[in-house]
């Protein structure tokens, strides 16, 4: 039951030096099943989405700030850009990602030719 005392939890944190793909700031989207708590018991999919930005990254700046296309990586705002890129139909079966939006196994598989630790992330 939420409290007063938890006012201070931290959800999210502003990352000043995001990792980019094409220049693009993505997020990833982990799914996670609960089965119990008492003692927890969580289950994590094997797969799973990134979702990237529609607009090159650049620090946030005055002139840029209100740029959502660039800073936000929401699928419901980013699919109303002009470079919005719709994921193939085919997209699971092939392996062929190339969208706005993608497998967590393709941006993992990005990541670690770009020479990221993927398990420690």
Not at 9 to 26: D, G, S
Not at 33 to 58: H, M, N, S, V, W
Not at 62 to 79: A, Q, R, V, Y
Request: proline letters at 3%.
């Amino acid at each position: 039951m939420w409290s007063e005392s938890h006012s201070d939890l931290l959800v999210q944190r502003y990352i000043k030096t995001p990792i980019l793909i094409e220049k693009k700031k993505f997020d990833l989207r982990l799914y996670v099943l609960i089965k119990g708590f008492d003692p927890i018991q969580a289950f994590l999919c094997d797969e799973g989405l990134g979702r990237f930005c529609t607009e090159d990254y650049r620090q946030p700046l005055p002139g840029n700030m209100k740029n959502m296309f660039m800073h936000l990586t929401n699928f419901s705002l980013n699919k109303q850009n002009e470079n919005y890129k719709a994921c193939d139909d085919n997209f699971l079966e092939e392996g062929e990602d190339k969208g706005s939006k993608r497998l967590l196994s393709t941006v993992w598989k990005i990541l670690e030719e770009e020479g990221y630790d993927v398990d420690t992330i």
